[in-house]
């Protein structure tokens, strides 16, 4: 076995050994019996903090709890697994770019929001889906969205972490981008299989979207953008939390009761146009699809 075999092959190794640690251990074994009891503990014993956030833990409490745990985790064996398996200092990796962390965050922000439009505005107009507002008091409905801008800022930071900045990151080392791109998104399709197959399908699709704007950016905000606002303007307008959601084809609507929502057919032609854009705007973004990330 040659040393470009070795090297190929302990690379694939590190890859599934961080999927399995980040998952398995950094948001299973970690996130439930560590982080989880001790949040836990501290919002049930300081009733002064807990009357504060009482709105929170009414919405969203056990999913909110999860998705900081989770992320904990996922955070903390990621940079561990850099520092003491890759062996590459902390400022070396993703987050720490030199590149415009902020702008690159809000073009994600634009064209997640572009996405998410498209798929809400189809299932409305073709009665899909009916929606009606609720009465909020000003207070009530800050808490609601500050909530959720909270949670799906975690959830789409830690998937993004694992898939693209970590997964996607190593696999365009040694295969060409287009490979890798797929393959992380087979993965991140993979990882939403238990809700339904159409569930996971959709998913590959959005991960094709973030995994070539990685690709071709090397910046892991604008995926984080993506991600975010796709999930949090769906959770304002399909969690139940501020609107009456009344799904009448769930073939074509998804599932609109949780955060982030399953996904219906009609998702399928906001995420082609995804696609499209991503090709047309490519030139005008500099994107260079040939160079190789690498970690050190």
């Known amino acids: 076995m040659n040393n470009a075999v070795k090297h190929n092959l302990g690379i694939i190794i590190k890859i599934i050994s961080f999927y399995m640690l980040v998952t398995f251990v950094g948001q299973s074994l970690f996130k439930e019996y560590i982080v989880w009891p001790i949040i836990h503990y501290f919002v049930h014993t300081f009733q002064n903090y807990k009357n504060a956030i009482d709105i929170f833990i009414h919405l969203d409490y056990g999913r909110i709890v999860g998705r900081i745990s989770g992320f904990i985790g996922v955070l903390l064996f990621y940079f561990l697994f850099l520092r003491f398996v890759d062996k590459v200092p902390i400022k070396n990796s993703v987050f720490f770019k030199k590149t415009g962390k902020l702008k690159f965050f809000l073009y994600g922000m634009i064209l997640g929001t572009i996405l998410v439009g498209i798929t809400i505005s189809i299932t ?139 996904e219906g057919l009609l998702s399928l032609p906001a995420l082609l146009i995804g696609l499209i854009l991503l090709v047309s705007f490519k030139n005008y973004l500099k994107i260079n699809p040939d160079k190789i990330v690498n970690l050190k």
């Not at 959709?202 to 984080?224: E, P």
Request: aromatic share 16%; net charge neutral; glycine share 6%.
């Open 124 to 262: 409305i107009l073709s009665h899909t889906i009916i929606v009606s507002s609720k009465m909020h008091g000003v207070i009530s409905l800050l808490q609601i969205i500050i909530l959720y801008l909270i949670a799906q800022l975690i959830s789409s930071t830690t998937e993004e972490l694992i898939l693209r900045g970590y997964i996607l990151n190593r696999l365009a080392e040694i295969f060409n981008p287009n490979f890798s791109v797929i393959i992380s998104s087979l993965i991140f399709g993979y990882m939403h299989l238990q809700v339904s197959f159409l569930y996971a399908g959709l998913a590959f699709l959005f991960g094709l979207i973030v995994g070539y704007v990685f690709i071709w950016t090397r910046n892991i905000y604008f995926c984080i953008g993506i991600h975010f606002s796709w999930n949090f303007i769906e959770s304002i307008v399909y969690s139940q939390s501020i609107f009456n959601v009344n799904v009448i084809y769930p073939l074509l609507g998804g599932a609109k009761n949780i955060t982030p929502d399953q």
